[in-house]
T-cell receptor
C-alpha cells in the first residue's frame, strides 16, 4: 500500500525567509499530489494540487514541485509571515482508483517575527 | 454559499455505545468522504460515498458504516465504541472526480 512521509514534524523559521517542507512517498507513482493547511481545531484547507505530468505549480507565495523519480514533493512558502504558522499536510491518491486519499502526518510550521 | 457543515461539534460517549455523525456537503458537491484524525496525526481515510453508494473504503472495521442521502448529505455511524475511537472526525466534499476536497470543521468525539 502507499505510504507517505513528511520528513519534519516541526519547522521553525524566521519571518521573511522561505519555508521548505518535504513529502516523500513509496510504491507506485500517484496521479496527483495535494497540499493542505490545517489550523488547530479546524479542518484542513486545500492549497494546491499538482499532477504527475507537472513538475512545478505556483500560487501567490506558494510553490510546489513534484519529482516522480525521487518520489518526492517539495512545498515552498516564500516571504513567510507569522500568519503562515500552521500544520501543512501532504496527500495523494492511495490506489489506482484515485478516489482514496492518503494523508501524511503533517509538518508543524512556526514563523517567528 | 455555505461550506461543509458537520454536527454535532463535540460528543462524549461511553465504551460500547453507538454514535451517528452528520455532514452536509458544500453546495454543488456530490461526493462525501469521511476521515478520522487522531491528535498529532494526519487524517485517515474511512470511506467515500458517491451516488448514495460506498465507492472506496479505508482500513477500518465494519463497526464503521455510512450512508449518503439523495440530497448528498451523509452520516457516519460507529457501533460498539472503543476508547481508541476518540478522535476528530472530518467530512470532506468534492464534485465528481475532482480531487480538491473541502473539509468541514469536524466533530470531536470523546469515548470514556
Amino acid at each position: 500500500s502507499q505510504k507517505i512521509e513528511q520528513n519534519s514534524e516541526a519547522l521553525n523559521i524566521q519571518e521573511g525567509k522561505t519555508a521548505t517542507l518535504t513529502c516523500n512517498y513509496t510504491n507506485y507513482s500517484p496521479a496527483y499530489l495535494q497540499w493542505y493547511r490545517q489550523d488547530p481545531g479546524r479542518g484542513p484547507v486545500f492549497l494546491l494540487l499538482i499532477r504527475e505530468n507537472e513538475k512545478e505549480k505556483r500560487k501567490e507565495r506558494l510553490k510546489v514541485t513534484f519529482d516522480t523519480t525521487l518520489k518526492q514533493s517539495l512545498f515552498h512558502i516564500t516571504a513567510s509571515q507569522p500568519a503562515d504558522s500552521a500544520t501543512y499536510l501532504c496527500a495523494l491518491d492511495g490506489d489506482s482508483s484515485a478516489s482514496k486519499i492518503i494523508f501524511g502526518s503533517g509538518t508543524r510550521l512556526s514563523i517567528r517575527p | 454559499d455555505a461550506g461543509v457543515t458537520q454536527s454535532p461539534t463535540h460528543l462524549i460517549k461511553t465504551r460500547g455505545q453507538q454514535v451517528t455523525l452528520r455532514c452536509s456537503p458544500k453546495s454543488g458537491h456530490d461526493t462525501v468522504s469521511w476521515y478520522q484524525q487522531a491528535l498529532g496525526q494526519g487524517p485517515q481515510f474511512i470511506f467515500q460515498y458517491y451516488e448514495e453508494e460506498e465507492r472506496q473504503r479505508g482500513n477500518f472495521p465494519d463497526r464503521f458504516s455510512g450512508h449518503q442521502f439523495p440530497n448528498y448529505s451523509s452520516e457516519l455511524n460507529v457501533n460498539a465504541l472503543l476508547l481508541g475511537d476518540s478522535a476528530l472526525y472530518l467530512c470532506a466534499s468534492s464534485f465528481g472526480t475532482d480531487n480538491e476536497q473541502f473539509f468541514g470543521p469536524g466533530t470531536r468525539l470523546t469515548v470514556l
